[in-house]
């Protein structure tokens, strides 16, 4: 079996702010080109962070950009399913509340079925997981 390849930060961040051009052409040549690619959650939250802080993208867009990126065909989540990091994803949306970090946590463990999520963070996302402290 061929491995797949991932996707880091660096290359989502270029693909989804174009900046700087010649790197975010040649991420758009991989990322919409190569037939197969992998993204980590980490890549994820990461690629959240750095459009939000250094690009002061605000939360909704970054939200919209990134369930777009999630839903390319050619693209999976790294041990979980798309319809898990969406979910993820728009637990972010209404507000600041959730870090797209503890969201991708929280939905990995509900894909995981975990019982319980140990956390002291009180905005830690609730739900189908409960969260002790």
């Known amino acids: 079996m061929a491995s797949v390849p991932f996707v880091d930060t660096s290359f989502l961040v270029r693909y989804l702010t174009n900046d700087p051009p010649e790197l975010a052409a040649r991420a758009a040549e991989v990322l919409d080109r190569e037939p197969h690619l992998t993204i980590s959650p980490v890549a994820l939250a990461e690629t959240a962070f750095v459009l ?3 690009y002061q993208s605000p939360r909704a867009a970054v939200v919209d950009a990134l369930i777009r990126l999630v839903q390319k065909a050619n693209l999976e989540i790294l041990h979980l399913p798309k319809a898990r990091a969406l979910m993820a994803l728009d637990k972010c949306r209404p507000s600041r509340r959730h870090s797209f970090a503890d969201a991708l946590i929280w939905t990995e463990a509900v894909h995981a079925r975990a019982s319980v999520i ?16």
């Open 52 to 54: 939000e802080s250094f």
């Open 118 to 133: 140990f956390s002291f963070d009180r905005r830690f996302p609730r739900g189908e997981v409960k969260i002790r402290s």
